[in-house]
């Protein structure tokens, strides 16, 4: 990237030049990962473009968008409802955290047994590397675990941070408290905002985001085929770019990218050899530039079918009702399909294991790899159950559990290629 | 068809030959740096082979240098170990930084395995440390740790700590080999907890560069109150695992 943006981050408060230090190494890291692969689709083209322009051009619609009096709005976590904020008419960013990055200014604050996440939007916030975070008027947390949690009362410091509580059990008293929270979170972004949350403009939103959602899933189903007919790095990628492109234009792409993969699949070219084996991602969210686990499962001749993980699936799999015309009808709704995710925070959490061997199915993988981060004890426990739920499928699963470093890179190939092997008998 | 597996580890380099289920030589180096030029020298003094297959830490660097197909440790330790004990469903293998279980069918096909992660703690390197800290050999640890007596604890994992708790221990005038003893105990307590989830059965196959320790085999027998077979040439199981494997693809 050049230097033409300069003075957009300089006035966002980045520190310039290790700011382009990271551009650089994402640099080269996307073209290891990604321009290196063969036989690429076409509509790729734009994700490379938006990956180019990531701290580029996209900032500087944010900028606009926020002169002509709109406001920004991070997000990092897919329970806070996108459909809210946009009805707002401001803008929301997923925020990233996925690189090891300013890390040792955030353990002046954290403790370095937190995971490499939580680590990671606070060193870009400190070290001064995201012009995302730094581009918000407002972040919106959640209390999807303790880190997190405690994290946010420390993120505020530095960055305005709402806090939405979500429920830890599935229970009507649970469903009445995420409710409650959803019509606390109308109100502060009506405050923040000085727009009215009406229902046609919720209508529009949900609508909006359910187009996209349609879009991704579309793109997910044409992964059953043999052999897919994409790379499960670029899968990857889509997911990760869907949470701060604009939303309209991003679905556009996806559409036509939708189109493009189902020609393939009707003439059975795929990415890979039909004999290649498939597998499904599990686990924690892999948030941008954290491309490291698909990196080695493709290198291991594998190819990944699709993600059970924040960043995929359950981003994408329900869609909200887009029944009933009052506020209160939709704000139900959007109660409903947002406690339908089945993150590793709720207890029990059944929807999940049943979810991971149906998808395994469905998608026909030969195994299943479980990822953790380091640190992150919901999926890390829950990650037994899984094995033993997947077992009693017959889906070999292997377990991994890594963080953002690259020091683990030769040990993690190891166990990769080895599942790889076994599946390969 | 004489067929060559390279064992590429962390600490040493194993080379065997092989031609019809017959192993024709072995050689070992300690790895260093540049163990490109040392696997490299080591082929060129070996001849007629006419397959090589590389195996462990460094083998995608030597398969991309030398153009040859590669496998990973744990596949080539089981058909290493399946090939000398047959009979064996669960190989253990402590070698230089990693510790590796693997459950096998009857078929020495791999069913499940379990490795490490990325600390070399109860592995060969962890022994090698601590018997420096105990001022002997590392070949003469298991023999010193058999005739200690069982009462004292390493309760630190960490190479670092427990080197530390060791060098404590020496200060107080503790007995070198109690100190011995519970150095194996703590490797034989870790090594039992990855054979525990890859699930036992049968006899435990242990290879790598620790099977050569009296006092770990021992003690692993005592604490999974099964047999443990250690084959002859413990440390080239994965060299002669990626022969054989060579000459079957």
Redesign the interface.
């Known amino acids: 990237m050049t230097s033409k943006y300069n003075e957009m981050w300089q006035k966002l408060d980045l520190d310039i030049s290790a700011h382009a230090g990271l551009l650089s190494v994402l640099g080269r890291f996307y073209n290891d990962i990604y321009l290196s692969q063969q036989n690429r689709l076409q509509g790729m083209e734009y994700l490379d473009f938006v990956l180019s322009e990531v701290h580029g051009l996209r900032i500087r619609e944010l900028q606009e968008a926020r002169s002509a009096g709109r406001r920004i709005i991070g997000t990092f976590c897919v329970f806070v409802p996108e459909e809210l904020i946009l009805a707002a008419d401001a803008v929301c960013v997923g925020l990233c955290a996925g690189a090891e990055a300013g890390f040792e200014e955030a353990e002046r604050y954290l403790p370095r047994n937190t995971c490499a996440l939580i680590k990671s939007f606070f060193g870009f916030r400190l070290a001064g590397l995201c012009p995302f975070t730094n581009s918000c008027d407002l972040v919106i947390g959640e209390t999807t675990c303790d880190g997190k949690k405690k994290a946010y009362e420390l993120f505020n410091e530095f960055t305005p941070t709402y806090v939405m509580e979500v429920p830890q059990s599935k229970r009507e008293s649970a469903r009445k408290l995420f409710k409650s929270e959803i019509k606390r979170l109308v109100a502060a972004l009506e405050e923040l905002t000085g727009n009215r949350i009406s229902a046609a403009k919720l209508a529009g939103a949900i609508r909006l985001v359910n187009r996209r959602r349609k879009a991704l899933q579309r793109l997910n189903r044409l992964r059953e085929a043999v052999p897919s007919p994409i790379s499960g790095r670029d899968a990857l990628l889509i997911n990760q770019v869907a949470f701060y492109d604009d939303p309209s234009r991003f679905t556009a792409s996806m559409e036509t990218l939708g189109d493009e993969l189902e020609k393939r699949v009707a003439e059975g070219t795929g990415i890979v050899s039909p004999g290649t084996k498939r597998l499904l991602l599990s686990g924690c969210p892999m948030a941008v530039p954290n491309w490291k686990l698909p990196f080695v499962v493709e290198g291991a001749g594998a190819v990944i079918v699709g993600e059970e993980s924040c960043i995929g699936e359950r981003h994408t799999r329900d869609p909200v009702s887009e029944e009933g015309d009052t506020l209160e009808e939709m704000i139900d709704h959007l109660t409903d399909r947002y406690l339908r995710i089945d993150c590793a925070c709720f207890t029990p959490n059944h929807e999940r294991l049943d979810h991971i061997t149906e998808l395994a199915r469905r998608l026909k993988a030969d195994g299943v790899i479980h990822y953790n981060l380091q640190f992150c004890q919901p999926y890390a426990i829950e990650a037994s159950k899984v094995e033993r739920k997947l077992a009693a499928a017959d889906i070999p699963m292997l377990r991994i ?1 890594t963080d953002y470093s690259m ?2 890179i ?2 993690l ?3 990769v ?2 599942f790889v ?2 599946l390969n ?1 | 068809m004489i067929t060559a597996g390279v064992d590429i580890g962390s600490r040493s380099i194993e080379l065997v030959l092989v031609e019809n289920d017959k192993i024709l030589e072995q050689q070992r180096l300690e790895t260093s740096f540049d163990y490109l030029s040392q696997v490299t020298d080591m082929l060129a003094e070996v001849n007629g082979f006419e397959r090589l297959l590389v195996t462990g830490y460094g083998r995608h660097l030597i398969s991309g240098e030398l153009g040859c197909d590669h496998v990973t440790e744990i596949k080539a330790h089981s058909r290493g170990v399946h090939f000398l004990l047959p009979e064996t469903r669960t190989i253990l293998d402590i070698g230089g930084q990693d510790t590796k279980t693997i459950a096998l069918d009857g078929n020495g096909r791999v069913l499940r395995f379990e490795m490490n992660d990325r600390c070399a703690a109860g592995t060969g390197r962890f022994l090698e440390v601590m018997s420096q800290a105990l001022g002997c050999r590392v070949i003469d640890l298991g023999g010193l740790a058999l005739s200690g007596a069982d009462s004292l604890t390493i309760s630190s994992m960490c190479t670092v700590f427990a080197e530390t708790e060791v060098v404590a221990l020496r200060a107080k005038g503790t007995n070198a080999a109690d100190v011995a003893l519970a150095l194996v105990n703590s490797v034989v307590q870790r090594a039992v907890t990855m054979l525990r989830r890859i699930g036992l059965k049968g006899d435990v196959g242990f290879c790598g560069g620790v099977a050569r320790n009296r006092a770990v085999v021992q003690g692993l027998a005592g604490a999974v109150g099964l047999k443990v077979h250690v084959p002859e040439n413990p440390d080239f199981t994965g060299a002669l695992g990626a022969a054989l494997l060579a000459g079957e693809n």
């Open positions: 559990e020091q683990d030769g040990p190939k190891t166990r290629e080895a092997e076994t008998f």
